[in-house]
């Protein structure tokens, strides 16, 4: 930390910095060219970066970063993009980052539309608006340049969302040439000036599939379904008793199987998501949701012709995201707090599943905030998002890092 924790005022840090020329000057700019991030927001979005197909937009905000002349710059192996800003010296390292992907299929019309200043389109909010402040915010820096004492790594993530189950940030600090050498890690992930994400969602992601023989729905009728072992399974998984505190949910995302209506399917897969805010409540909703998908499988196999073969089913696991916490006093956490009461709005710690995820799980003190403006019909087509008040985002998000980094 720039500061030790004894001496740590995160209200003497803020006003020191509220009152320092160069970061008034990137507040002006934020303000000014609000209009230009407009732009650099939807021409980022127009930009098509389905799961596991980021890399054109990748390159785009590579290319946009370079803009900036930072003293690093690369698209590493996973395919996350690394801008390094370096400060007086290389550490304290801190992390901003964004993600690059989105959850829509590589077919989405990601074509941005625009009414007034709301922009339109899939992926707009998650996570457009914060690729668009991170270029906002290093072109801030550099323009005015503020000097920091640690430096700053900007990162655009690949594979947060879904199946991508956090890939770009598990490399950037497991396996890159940066892991181990990061000290925090901020994520600007959507719109929000109020919400500072400090507990990190733990979840579960099966994908079950059951298979069967198959055949004619009246011919082979009475041989085991895999498709009604499917509902079968769903139908018994909704009426788990998820308790209010801690929070826990469950979904089932995506099915897919059949091939017409007159055909007994020989496959039936579904996607299913399990969260909970603690670790005890989400294995307790595992084993029950394991339970579900074999007394699912049984009782259909108990319906069917005896003559008949039976359903299998496997399950596997396609995503887990661990767990934990930066604790609300942590001086991440207070700086963080402090910053958002500059804009005369009451913070709140919340917990979600994002790329802090893993930093948390490794004790790096880290967070998740929104960059700003409103959204709406997030994960939907017809995401949007108002940039009104985007410019408080990001001179919260500037105070942050700055706070972090320190002024040098
Ligand atoms: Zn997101």
């Given at each position: 930390m720039a500061v030790s924790s004894i001496t740590f005022a995160p209200a003497k840090i803020v006003r020191a910095l509220l009152q320092a020329g160069c970061v008034r000057r990137a507040f002006s700019f934020f303000e000014e060219r609000a209009e230009e991030i407009d732009d650099l927001h939807a021409e980022i979005c127009s930009i098509p970066a389905p799961p596991f197909g980021e890399e054109r937009r990748a390159r785009y905000l590579r290319g946009r970063l370079a803009q900036v002349e930072p003293d690093e710059l690369e698209l590493d192996e996973e395919g996350n993009v690394i801008a390094l800003l370096r400060g007086?010296?290389?550490?304290?390292l801190l992390v901003l980052s964004a993600h690059?992907?989105?959850?829509?299929?590589?077919?989405?019309?990601?074509t941005v539309r625009r009414e007034g200043r709301i922009l339109r389109a899939p992926g707009i909010a998650d996570d457009g608006c914060g690729l668009a402040a991170l270029i906002a915010l290093a072109e801030a820096i550099r323009r005015y340049e503020i000097k920091t004492k640690g430096s700053i790594l900007f990162v655009g993530t690949v594979g947060e969302e879904g199946e991508g189950n956090l890939r770009g940030v598990r490399h950037l600090l497991l396996?890159?040439?940066w892991a181990g050498r990061i000290d925090s890690f901020i994520s600007l992930d959507g719109?929000?000036?109020?919400?500072?994400?400090?507990g990190a969602l733990g979840s579960r992601r099966f994908r079950v599939r059951f298979i069967g023989a198959g055949g004619h729905s009246w011919g082979d009728f009475g041989i085991a379904n895999p498709i009604h072992a499917l509902g079968r399974a769903i139908a018994r998984l909704v009426v788990y008793p998820t308790p209010l505190r801690p929070r826990t949910s469950f979904n089932v995302g995506r099915i897919e199987g059949g091939a017409g209506v007159n055909v007994i399917a020989r496959e039936a897969t579904m996607d299913v998501d399990l969260r909970s805010e603690s670790a005890e409540e989400l294995a307790r909703l595992t084993n029950f949701f394991h339970r579900t998908v074999a007394e699912a499988a049984a009782a259909e196999n108990g319906a069917r012709a005896s003559s008949a073969p039976p359903i299998e089913f496997e399950i596997e696991l396609i995503g887990e995201r661990p767990g934990g916490e930066t604790p609300a006093e942590s001086t991440l956490v207070r700086l963080a707090r402090e910053a958002t009461r500059v804009f005369g709005v009451d913070p709140f710690l919340d917990r979600a599943s994002t790329d802090a995820n893993i930093a948390i799980s490794m004790g790096i003190p880290a967070i998740t905030i929104g960059v700003g403006g409103t959204s709406g019909n997030?994960?939907?087509?017809?995401e949007w998002y108002d940039p009104h008040g985007r410019e408080e985002g990001l001179k919260r998000a500037l105070l942050i890092a700055l706070g972090i980094a320190g002024l040098g």
């Open positions: 007086r010296s290389l550490f304290p690059i992907d989105t959850v829509f299929p590589p077919n989405t019309d990601f396996k890159g040439r719109a929000g000036l109020e919400r500072i994400t400090n997030v994960h939907t087509l017809n």
